[in-house]
């Protein structure tokens, strides 16, 4: 997986932390990790990745515009959240797949790596 780059948008900063060293054992480089949508936004539509990690709110506001800019550009991602299924996020993204809050790390490694596979 060198080389390839993963978007980290999460406003837990232990978490944040946890998905950023998950990354970074499989070889990967960790960009963010984003605690703000305006920031993930930023990152979304301007950095070059390879696919991306999304909590569904950061900060109390929905990653709706996150999700839309990736999906946009034809990067992959994944949900990593707590939120329930009804949350605006996931109808905006259908085909996103949603990974609920907490997971081991060798689930969300093995759901980085289809990402990374499928882009």
Same mark, same amino acid.
């Given at each position: 997986? #060198?080389?390839?780059? =993963?978007?980290?948008?999460?406003? *837990?900063?232990? &978490?944040?932390?946890?998905?950023?060293? &998950?990354? *970074?054992?499989?070889?990967?480089?960790?960009?963010?990790?984003?605690?703000?949508? @305006?920031?993930?936004? #930023?990152?979304?539509?301007?950095?070059?990745? #390879?696919?991306?990690?999304? @909590?569904? !709110?950061?900060?109390? !506001?929905?990653?709706?515009? =996150?999700?839309? +800019?990736?999906?946009? !550009?034809?990067?992959?991602?994944?949900?990593?959240?707590? %939120?329930?299924? !009804?949350?605006?996020?996931?109808?905006? +993204?259908? @085909?996103?797949?949603?990974?609920?809050?907490?997971?081991?790390?060798?689930?969300?490694?093995?759901?980085? %790596?289809?990402?990374? #596979?499928?882009?």
């Amino acid at each position: 997986m #060198s080389g390839e780059r =993963v978007l980290i948008a999460e406003d *837990e900063y232990i &978490i944040a932390l946890e998905l950023q060293s &998950i990354v *970074e054992q499989l070889g990967a480089v960790a960009v963010g990790p984003a605690a703000s949508v @305006d920031e993930a936004l #930023s990152l979304a539509a301007e950095a070059n990745i #390879s696919c991306a990690i999304l @909590d569904a !709110r950061l900060l109390r !506001r929905s990653v709706e515009p =996150v999700a839309r +800019c990736l999906a946009a !550009r034809g990067i992959p991602f994944l949900f990593y959240t707590g %939120q329930s299924n !009804r949350d605006p996020a996931f109808a905006a +993204c259908p @085909d996103a797949p949603v990974l609920a809050k907490p997971a081991p790390p060798r689930v969300i490694a093995k759901k980085i %790596q289809e990402l990374l #596979s499928s882009g």
